[in-house]
């Protein structure tokens, strides 16, 4: 399932849209986060060897998929990782995604990060808030991304505004070479995914992607990578056939999601019966309404694939959000039983059966939420559908915890501590969370008081 994640002020309308229905088929919402268990586990299983590469320790850097066509992929404070659609859209094969994803790893290993000013990011928090964003959080799913990153960045592409310095990027560049070499994978990727947009020299700043903006190609840049990358022992390593279908099946994924249907429909003609080619036809249809068709589709390859767990997470989607949501608990469980530690399956569970509504269901949706919770904190969207089932389970106290949970792991502590103030005379029985609420309601003060001071 591919979840909206994020959103930004100009989008508030939509955000009031979206409130009407809780999980909808993407669209083109410019510069959203994107969350797929499919896709960020392929852009895990590329990243995290070349983080053990670079000495930098895997489970504290994130990733994020930023929903944008330009072609872009940068770093932030704090060790984060965005890549937008546009970049993976872009590379030809996973040998030139993992390049750049090095070369963005070479930045984060050697602190290349530039301080942003800091009154702007408070205002811009504060206003954010202000918008109504722990609306768009409750229906979009707020992962570790949170208020603090939006509130740091205007729209994510002004995050390449970073002076990237022409040391920078050569160090940039040679790092990455290092960590292909360290892990047996050739260097050449980086270096023809830079061939191929050597053109975006010479446009003019504002014509060209965001990325090459802020990493000039010059024939020296080219010309020493080409060096180093052609001294490997690897340099000849090619992607495995896996890696490469791998890769055709996500971006099959996201142009079925971020394209217009029509547009799938002629990037994907009804006579290609690839499997790529069917993933992508079968969220088309969803998309097109036409659920006769997605199903046809998401059969044919569940039929070839049994134990891929994300097909069947799909036809649950397509049910789901057809308005079928009873139909999506059993293609969930099978997603959830082929790839059992997957938080956002769990809480996609979660969502059907609370959608469904027996009291087994909310019992139950409460165990995939908790199990969820654990492996993620921070998702306000888990935190929110706990909240819910909570409520139908009759336990009001524990419902406005997890609706203090949710608002906190937005950074909106006015509303976490007020959740948290009411939620705290009925949980007395339940002492972890009774104690979690206190320390909701001292963090919370201790960030108002931050952002007072900011303000004078
Ligand atoms: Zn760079």
Do not use: C
């Amino acid at each position: 399932m591919i979840r909206l994640h994020t959103y930004i002020p100009k989008f508030i309308a939509i955000v009031a849209a979206i409130a009407m229905s809780v999980a909808l088929p993407l669209t083109s919402y410019a510069q959203s986060l994107l969350r797929d268990t499919e896709i960020e586990e392929i852009l895990r299983d590329y990243t995290d060897p070349i983080l053990r590469a670079a000495n930098l320790n895997v489970s504290s850097v994130d990733m994020y998929l930023v929903n944008d066509k330009t072609l872009n992929a940068f770093v932030t404070r704090g060790q984060n990782i965005f890549i937008h659609t546009g970049l993976i859209l872009e590379a030809e094969t996973p040998n030139q995604l993992k390049g750049v994803i090095a070369h963005e790893t070479g930045h984060i290993a050697a602190g290349h990060l530039v301080r942003r000013d800091q009154s702007n990011r408070s205002a811009y928090g504060s206003m954010l808030i202000a918008a109504g964003i722990g609306i768009a959080a409750i229906l979009a799913g707020e992962g570790q991304a949170g208020a603090s990153i939006l509130a740091g960045s205007q729209q994510f592409g002004v995050i390449d505004a970073l002076a990237h310095s022409r040391i920078n990027e050569a160090s940039a560049d040679q790092a990455a070479a290092k960590y292909m070499e360290f892990t047996g994978q050739s260097g050449r990727g980086l270096l023809e995914f830079f061939e191929k947009f050597r053109y975006q020299e010479v446009l003019s700043n504002a014509r060209r992607y965001p990325y090459f903006r802020g990493h000039p190609l010059s024939s020296d840049r080219i010309d020493k990578l080409r060096e180093i990358t052609g001294e490997s022992t690897y340099r000849d390593v090619k992607d495995t056939d896996e890696e490469i279908a791998q890769m055709a099946m996500m971006k099959a994924k996201l142009i079925g999601f971020l394209d217009a249907p029509q547009t799938v429909f002629s990037k994907y003609p009804e006579s290609d019966m690839s499997k790529p080619a069917r993933y992508a036809r079968s969220v088309a249809y969803f998309r097109a309404a036409d659920l006769k068709n997605a199903i046809k589709s998401i059969d044919s390859l569940i039929k070839d694939e049994p134990k891929n767990p994300y097909f069947h997470e799909l036809k649950a989607q397509i049910y789901y959000e057809s308005g079928k949501g009873a139909l999506a608990i059993e293609p969930l469980k099978e997603a959830l039983r082929l790839k059992p530690d997957a938080p956002l399956l769990k809480v996609s569970l979660a969502q059907a059966l609370i959608e469904r509504d027996t009291p087994e269901d909310n019992k139950a949706a409460i165990t995939y939420l908790k199990s969820a919770l654990q492996e993620e904190e921070t998702n306000g969207f888990a935190w929110y559908q706990l909240s819910q089932a909570y409520a139908r389970d009759d336990k009001p106290a524990l419902a406005r915890y997890a609706i203090a949970e949710q608002a906190f792991a937005m950074g909106d502590y006015n509303r976490a501590k007020s959740f948290a103030l009411r939620a705290q005379q009925g949980l007395a029985p339940y002492r972890a969370q009774k104690r979690r609420a206190n320390d909701i309601i001292v963090i919370a003060d201790v960030q108002l008081a931050k952002q007072r001071n900011r303000k004078r």
